[in-house]
């Protein structure tokens, strides 16, 4: 015996199949993906500009490398003045 539809059930002539679906979709995540795509992490790695001279650590201003040397380096007698990181 052979299958039949029900009328009525068969989708629209303009409706997109699944696969069709999921590729569209696909296409506007790697769009929305490729404006988007390495900006937090660049943008942090441009943020980090004074370096300790002794381990090359990276920080984000003076301040912070003055607490860094307390936490880090606290045998160190000499502290590079804030001119060399200007």
Known sequence: MEKTRARGLSPPANAMVRGHAKQVAQEKNAAKQKAAKG??????AKKLTV??????TSVVNYAMLMQHYDAKHPK???RPPESDFS
């Open 76 to 78: 160190e007698k000499s």
């Open 39 to 44: 900006t937090q992490r660049f943008d942090a």
């Open 51 to 56: 370096v300790c001279p002794i381990c090359r």
